[in-house]
Structures are given as C-alpha cells and as structure tokens.
C-alpha cells in the first residue's frame, strides 16, 4: 500500500496552547491526522474542542501572544510548517493551503466590493494584469454557480444573500489553485437549501480539481455526506479516526457514539431528543486521565486515571478508549 | 514612490468614491441636520470666493493713502487733519464709498479684496496642515493598533509626550527658528497636530484587527502592509472625515493666533495677519479688525457644525 506517499498534509502531535492570566488553555493537546491526496477529511467535535484552533494551527494563524504551538508538527511537502518563517508562511497560506470561513459576513471587507476582494487574492501571490484577474474571478464565481456574476462582483457583502456571500469567499479561496482547501465550518451559518448547494460546490472541488479538503464541521450529517475519513476531536485531541463508513455505521468511542445518538431519526417518534450530558470540559482544566470521562456512560475505574492510549483496531481505524484496550 | 502614493489614496477613497448608495445614504442623514447644511454651504461659499473672488476684487496690495481708513459701506467716522496754517485740528466727517465697500486699512488697501485673498490662505492652510497631521495621525494609530505590543508601547508613548507638549508654544518655537513662512507655519501645525487622530484612529483600528476579515486576509497570506493599507485603513475612513473636518477650524484658528502675536508670515494676507494690523488701529479703524474676525469665527462655526452633523450621520448608533 502506497498510503504514505499519498500523504500531502501530515500532522504529528500538534499541541497549541495559549498562556492567559487565569492559566494555561490547552485548547489543542495532541492531534494527529494525515490528509490524503484528493481526499476529504472531515474534522468533527462539539464546540471548544479545538477544530478551529488545529486549523489556524496549521497556517500558522494563531496569535502570540497569547497562544503558541508548544509542540508537534505540521508536515507540508518536506517543509515543517510549525518551524517556517513569517515570510515562507505567508507565501503558502493561500497559494498552497487556503482556508474558507465560517462567517462569510464577517470574513469579507465590509467596505470593499466582492470583486476587489477577489481580485485582491489574487494578486497577493499571482503576478497578474488586472484584466487577467477579474476574468479569472468572473469565471470563478460562474464555477461556483453565481447568478449575474458582474452584479456580483460589483456589490458589496452587505448587499448579497448568506449563500452567495459563502460561494464569494469560496471563489475567493480558489483564486491562486491550492493544494489543500481547510474549510472551517463554511456550511454552519447558512440555511438547510443553500448548505446543500454549498456542499455540492466542495463535492465538486474535489471531483473537478482533485482537491485536498480538510471539512471541519460539528455536523454528522454533513461528514456523511461529503467525507471520506473522519477525525472526531474531544478535548484538544483526536480520540478517533476512520473511514466515514466505520465512523457511523461502527463507532468505537463512546463518544463518537454518543453524537451519532443525538441525530434525531425521522422514521421514529419519541418525545426527547437523545444527548450526552453534559459540557464540554474548560480546556483550562481537562478531567484527570480521558477527558471524556465525566460524561461517559460506559466509564471504568481506570478511566479517570490513566489517558487511553490510540489503538489501531484496523489499519484505517484509530480509537484512543480503554474499553478497546 | 508618487505613483504608489496615489495608488493607495485612490484605493482608500474609492469606497466611498465608487459606492453612491453609501454616500447617499450619509447625505440624506447629514442633510436632516440643518446646520450642517449650512455650515456646508458656508464652507461652498468659501471656496468659491477663495477661487474666483480674487479676480473680482481690487489688487489687495493696492497702497492709495488718499483713502486711508475708509469705514464700511453705511458707516462713518471721524477723521482729524491737522491744518499747518490755522495750527488746528480739524475734523471732518468720512462716510464710507462703494469703491470700498469693506473700507480699507490705515495704509488705503481694499479690505473686501483683502478678506477674500485671506480666505485663500486660510482655507489652504486649514487643508494643506490638517492633511498633513491626518495623514500622519492615521498612519501612527493603524501602525499602532495593528502592530501592537511593544511598537504600539513606543508610539503612543511617544503621542502622549506630544500631547503634553504646551502645542502652542511648539509652534511658537518651531517658528522662532525656522522663521516667520508661511510654509514652516503649515508644517509646524501638521506636524504637531497629529496626536488626536492617532488616538481616535488607533482606538477604531484595535476592535478592527480582531475582525475575522482581517483573519481571512492573513490567511490568504496578506502581508502587512497589503491588511493595513487595504482594509484597515479603508474601513476607517468616515472616521478620518470627521476629525479632518473638526480639526480645520483649529488649525485655521492656530494660524490667526500664530499671525495675532505678531508670528506669521507678514507677506501673506491671511485672516491673522490683517486682524493683527488691525488690533493696533481699533480706535482710528475698528473694521480692520473686526471684519476678518467676524469671517474667522463664521468659518469655524461652520467647520464645527459640519463636523457634528458628519459624526452623527457616520455614526450607525445615532437616531437621527
């Protein structure tokens, strides 16, 4: 099996960590994934567990102070992007890996048109004519299947629809042709119509353009339908990883369980809607041993004494719990 | 250097420049303040006259002491000629002529023509020094909030020093040594003016680095310069137009006092200048001095309700 050379974003032990005056925030604390090529690789977990923080992470977005990656390593075609400089940094974020926000109101200039917006990606990292540019946005925007893209082009955010500010931001992303798309919750902020089509726009990018995704989502839904591996997150770290398939049909993690539970199942009437009790912990002070075990329903004596080491249970399924030991 | 210049100005103004429904919309709110409107018009009035008014008027520098000290139109006053012969003082009546319809000054010159050459230098002073300590303020503060830490320390550290610096008598000294032009005078208030915007600017620019459109642009691997210039400093323009327009009529102000004092450019007519030549002729000649004081307190007032009202229409909380 050639899995490794097929590895195009590997991430070893990633800890990121921010230092504020009440104490430490460990809000990432050991992940670890790999992104295939052409894959799409959904990152899932409750809000807080640190799926936003991997992906500023691995960009090197994260502010200092307060926060810093005290650890680990993010892996990009030989180059070690935690050690990178500023300058080497820049010239990869957006060529090479390109990020989609969640907000698309509040990720775009308030002030500028979409199309300067656009234009402007572009020529950050591509030496182009202006001309150049705006056909290329034009056609951008067409892929992504805007409506009158010269309209478009020239309002500003505040004048368009939620779904046509996403698919903007998208096109946006896709201006210099990355390797690796990080879409942070792109599908969260917009109604149930337009998030299909927005997913149908990422399942393309993958088909058309072999894409790389990393899909970060607190939706299983959505992971079933758009991807290919799945990384659910708790606590700071990864606590399982495997196929779309296994993650839903077969989840090992109690955990995993649980938020597949909690999707309501139409062909049933019951008067409650299962969930896990529960919060997520403070990443300030994550519960002795799995972090998890608060609020488990299948907890063990050992559970809160010793962290679950990762099992492999197969070679594509990875689970972190004592129940699999 | 000129060309990137103007690229970057072009692109700063283009948002309201290019968006008419924006600017529109901040007329139609400015408009229901009805001395803004007319400070507006007012300021209109002002331009115009400082544009074309000179090539109406009589030459300013025009000396003729036949006419000396001549009142204004629908005044009269005294004037004492002492008569060699009779060795008496003899004192007749002068009523003013609408060859002069302002009256002129103790050395025959045409006060209307005088005013109006005035409002030209004043009004470029107020533009030229305010665009300068603008400019500089909006650079210091978007620097300062974006880079934070200890640059942010150092600079506004520096702002406070230069603001607990007596503001005049750094202009008094500066022209002192630099001496009495016009040019140093602009200079000098641009150059210690700055300080207010630098804060009001900074203050804007530190809740707008937080926004995610900043974070977006980073993450398409925007340099700093490209998310300063590009959509920091875009996104605090009606902040900038507000404090230009409130900070005109200071600085017109700072010039006149500059010029009352005896410290401005004695070969340019500005407001100061012929209100200081004024001041030692209030017994003889009142109008002298009174007249370009009259246009000096007209012309902030107007600056000043402008500004309100272009604050309060900037401003998305405001209920009017």
């Given at each position: 099996m050639n899995a490794m050379s097929n590895v195009i974003l590997k991430i070893t032990n990633l800890k990121t960590h921010f230092f504020t005056r009440r104490g430490v925030?460990?809000?990432?604390?050991g992940v670890d994934f790999e992104l295939r090529r052409g894959e799409c690789l959904c990152l899932v977990?409750?809000?807080?567990?640190?799926k936003t923080v991997t992906a500023l992470s691995i960009l090197g977005l994260i502010d200092s102070p307060p926060g810093r990656i005290v650890d680990g390593e993010v892996r990009y075609d030989n180059l070690d992007l935690v050690k990178c400089s500023a300058r080497q940094l820049r010239q990869i974020r957006g060529k090479e890996i390109a990020m989609v926000f969640q907000e698309a109101q509040s990720a775009l200039?308030?002030?500028?048109t979409v199309g300067d917006q656009i234009i402007e990606q572009m020529k950050i990292h591509l030496p182009m004519e202006h001309r150049e540019a705006r056909n290329r946005a034009l056609s951008l925007l067409e892929e992504m299947g805007v409506p009158s893209v010269e309209r478009v082009m020239s309002s500003?955010?505040?004048?368009?629809s939620g779904g046509m500010k996403q698919r903007a931001l998208i096109a946006m992303s896709l201006t210099c042709d990355p390797q690796i798309l990080i879409a942070d919750?792109?599908?969260?902020?917009?109604d149930v119509t337009i998030k299909a089509q927005i997913l149908d726009i990422f399942r393309d990018l993958k088909a058309k353009r072999q894409m790389s995704l990393v899909f970060i989502t607190h939706d299983l839904a959505v992971v079933a339908e758009i991807g290919d591996r799945a990384v659910v997150i708790y606590g700071g770290k990864n606590i399982e990883s495997a196929p779309v398939s296994e993650i839903i049909?077969?989840?090992?993690h109690p955990y995993t369980a649980g938020l597949i539970g909690c999707l309501p199942d139409i062909s049933q009437t019951t008067d409650r809607l299962a969930s896990i009790p529960g919060?997520?912990?403070s990443p300030i002070d994550l519960p002795q041993g799995c972090s998890f075990h608060p609020r488990?329903?299948?907890?063990?004596?050992v559970c809160s004494q010793r962290e679950p080491a990762q099992i492999a249970i197969s070679q594509e399924h990875q689970v972190s719990c004592h129940l699999n030991q | 250097m000129t060309r990137r210049l103007r690229d970057i100005a072009r692109k700063v103004g283009r948002p309201l420049y290019v968006n008419r429904r924006l600017v529109n919309y901040y007329w139609e709110r400015t408009r229901r303040n009805k001395l803004a409107v007319v400070g507006l018009a007012f300021i209109l009035f002002l331009i115009l006259l400082g544009a074309v008014g000179p090539f109406f008027t009589?030459?300013?520098?025009l000396v003729d002491f036949e006419q000396k000290n001549l009142p204004p139109v629908g005044f009269t006053t005294l004037k004492s000629v002492y008569d060699i012969e009779t060795d008496e003082l003899a004192t007749s009546e002068v009523r003013g002529i609408w060859t002069h319809p302002l009256g002129t000054d103790s050395k025959g010159r045409d006060m209307l023509a005088m005013i109006v050459s005035g409002a030209r230098v004043s009004l470029l002073v107020g533009l030229i020094a305010s665009g300068i300590a603008i400019v500089l303020g909006t650079i210091v503060g978007v620097l300062s909030a974006y880079l934070g830490g200890w640059a942010d320390n150092v600079m506004m550290r520096f702002t406070d020093i230069m603001m607990t610096f007596p503001f005049f008598l750094l202009l008094v000294l500066i022209v002192f040594i630099f001496g009495p032009r016009l040019v140093f005078i602009v200079l000098a208030i641009g150059l210690t003016g700055w300080t207010g915007t630098a804060r009001l600017v900074r203050s804007e620019s530190l809740s707008l680095r937080t926004r995610e459109f900043v974070m977006a642009a980073r993450a398409m691997g925007a340099s700093d310069g490209r998310i300063i210039f590009r959509h920091l400093v875009p996104n605090v323009v009606s902040l900038i137009i507000v404090i230009a327009t409130l900070s005109i009529p200071g600085v017109i102000l700072a010039e006149a006092a500059l010029s009352f004092i005896?410290?401005?450019?004695?070969t340019v007519a500005s407001w100061g200048i012929i209100l200081e030549a004024g001041q030692h002729s209030l017994d003889t000649a009142w109008w002298v001095a009174v007249e370009p004081g009259i246009m000096l307190f007209l012309t902030v007032l107007a600056f000043n309700f402008l500004g309100d009202g272009l604050r309060d229409a900037f401003d998305p909380k405001s209920n009017i």
């Open positions: 925030v460990k809000a990432v604390d977990g409750e809000s807080g567990c640190g200039n308030p002030v500028l500003y955010p505040h004048q368009l919750e792109p599908t969260t902020a917009v049909g077969s989840p090992k919060n997520t912990p488990c329903s299948k907890v063990m004596e | 009589l030459d300013p520098t005896g410290l401005g450019d004695p």
